[in-house]
Each structure stands twice: as C-alpha cells, then as structure tokens.
C-alpha cells in the first residue's frame, strides 16, 4: 500500500470534497480535524489529534523533535491520507481528496525544507502555484481528474497557450498583477531579485518565495512548516513582523514552528504535541507554564540549561544550528 493511501480512502481518482452535515451544522470553524491518524510501521506519528482553527485565527503547533507536527501538517494538506478521523475545512470534509483539490478549497502550505523550482525565476515560482486557478487558459480542467480523458485539457492549455485567447490574456494579466503583489510582500528581499533563478537564492529568500506562492492562491488557511528554520535572528525577526501582517489581515494560519517566543508573539492559540498526542492546549501564556509542557520539553533537553518555569521560551530544536546565517555563499547573496 502506497503511503498516501489510507484505509478507508476512496477508490482511486475518487477525490471528492464530501459536505459533512453534521460538521455544518455544529461548527463555525474554518479547520476542524476529530480523532486524527497516522501510523508508519508501528509509529504512532499521529494517535487520535482532534483540534480546530476558527476563521482569522492563528494558530501553531509545537513540541519536541518528532512528536508529529509535521505528520498533522502533511494529513491536513492532502500529502499523506489519514489511518483515521477526519478534517473539514468549513464543514466539508476533506480528508479524502488529493492535495491539488485541497489547495483549490483554500488550503495552502509552505515545507518543513523550503520547495522552490530552482531553474525558475521568482516570479514563475510564485505563479506555479496559481496554475490550478486558471479558468480560461483551461477551460477543461476538471476533465483532467478523470485518467482516460487527460489529454483532452492537456490539447486545450495547449492550443490556448499557442494562440491565445482574449480571456486567456485577461487572465494572464490578473495572474501577473498578483504575483507582483506577492513579490512586493517581500519587496526589499524578492524585489530586487524577482527575475534571479531560485537556485541563485539565499536560502531565506527561498522560503520567502515558497511564502509569497502559497500566499498566491490567497488561501482561507495558511499551513506553514517551520518558516523559519535555518533563519538567522534578524531574519526571523523579518518573517515574525510578517507574519503579525498577515494576521493583522486576518488571514487564518496553522503554524509549526520551533522558534517559541515568535510562537509565544504570533499564536492566538497553541497546541502542543508528544509522541502523536495533543499534551496542551491554550493560550500561548498558558500553554507556556503548563508542567506536561514543561516536562515534555525537558525530557529531552536535559543538559541544555536549568530547569526553570520558562525552559519553554528558550527551548531549540536539537538540530537547529541558533543564528544560523542563511547568506548562501555559493550564491554571492549575503543577508545581514
Ligand atoms: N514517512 C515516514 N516514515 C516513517 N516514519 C515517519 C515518517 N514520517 C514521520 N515519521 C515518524 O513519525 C514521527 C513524527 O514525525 P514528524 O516529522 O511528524 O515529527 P515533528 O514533530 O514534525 O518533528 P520535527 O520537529 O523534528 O520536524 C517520528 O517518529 C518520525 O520518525
């Protein structure tokens, strides 16, 4: 059984997008995740997590290296299928469809280790994401989840592409009016560099690019994966302002992040996961002092400092190098 396959999943090419009445009727969440699974060979990378993300909210999940905040991610995106439970984003489930009709619901993410087309520039690696979006330039898409007839919207972008249609150029305008509003997000890093190869980037303004892309799609729910990781302070310190942006926007976000005072700063809410299971849950000053939290924390990183109420706050991840400098010396881009 391939790993994306889950029990109980649909038959193949079944991606549908189910409205769970009862999740309609009781909930207002934008996110609602009950009784979530995921074994690997007998880890229990994730064992019965239930939680939810209101519509505005941001929320993040933290906890030790390999307590499954990167397995809840990859169930919520569609990148792995759930053992069992169920996710609904606005009481219709989907748990069930393929991680390109999730992102089509408004679900968008970001990876734990930046993903960037690398031979691309930085405004094509933004607009591969909005791909998905396009109507005019494919007018047969949704033909192109059904496997014997692909090649009929696969003839059609094609023949659209060569000669051009009047909504084709309309929509191609609005795609480029959006990337360059993405682009400009990051202004003072991406802006200068929006024709530059990623490959060329510094790491940083890698994932700044995997961010403005995801951001593209102008999700209802933003799921980010360590966002920082790899960053250096002042350049965590830039993602920390951006993302109040966002939230000051409004924009909903799922959060896993290792870095806990921007945790502590940007959370409405935090959830708090070990070996699989949600351990704590709560408002970030609440969650900080809890003593599962604590111990969970300390359990782990016994000899990197004193044991005080606020281990929490300083914790690191045992494999992130702190003040790390993301300047790419092979590249010639260098961030101060
Ligand atoms: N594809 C996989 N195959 C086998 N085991 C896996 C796989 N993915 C995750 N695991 C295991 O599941 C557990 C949870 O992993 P996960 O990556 O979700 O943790 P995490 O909290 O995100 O960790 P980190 O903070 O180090 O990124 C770990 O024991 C991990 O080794």
Known sequence: MSENTAAGAPASGETSVEVDAATAATSDALLS???????????????????????????????????????????????????????????????????????????????????????????????????????????????????????????????IAIIGTPASRREQKQIDARVESEVQRFEARLGPRRDDPAYSLSYANRRRTEIARALALQPKLLLLDEPTAGMNQSETAEVLEQLLQLKADGQAILLVEHKLD??????????????????????????????????????????????????????????ETPAATTGDAATGEDEA
């Open 33 to 159: 995740v009950e009784g979530l699974e995921r074994h690997f060979d007998g880890v229990r990378a994730v064992d019965g997590v239930s939680f939810t993300v209101a519509p505005h909210e941001v929320v993040s999940i933290i906890g030790p290296n390999g307590s499954g905040k990167t397995t809840t991610l990859n169930l919520v995106s569609g990148a792995l299928r759930a053992g069992a439970g169920t996710i609904s984003l606005e009481g219709r489930r989907i748990d069930h469809a393929d991680p390109a009709r999730i992102a089509e619901e408004g679900v968008a993410r970001t990876f734990q280790n930046g993903r960037v087309f690398a031979t691309l520039s930085v405004r094509d690696n933004v607009e591969v994401g909005l791909h998905s979006t396009l109507t005019a330039s494919r007018p047969f898409r949704r033909l192109s989840r059904l496997f014997l007839l692909r090649w009929i919207p696969l003839l059609g972008e094609l023949f």
């Open 262 to 319: 921007l945790v502590m700063t940007v959370s409405d809410r935090v959830i708090v996961m070990d070996g699989g299971r949600i351990i704590a849950e709560g408002a970030p000053q609440t969650v900080r002092h809890d003593p599962a939290v604590i111990e969970a924390y300390l359990g782990r990183r016994r000899g990197l400092g004193g044991a005080t109420d606020d281990v929490v706050a300083s914790a690191a991840p045992a494999d």
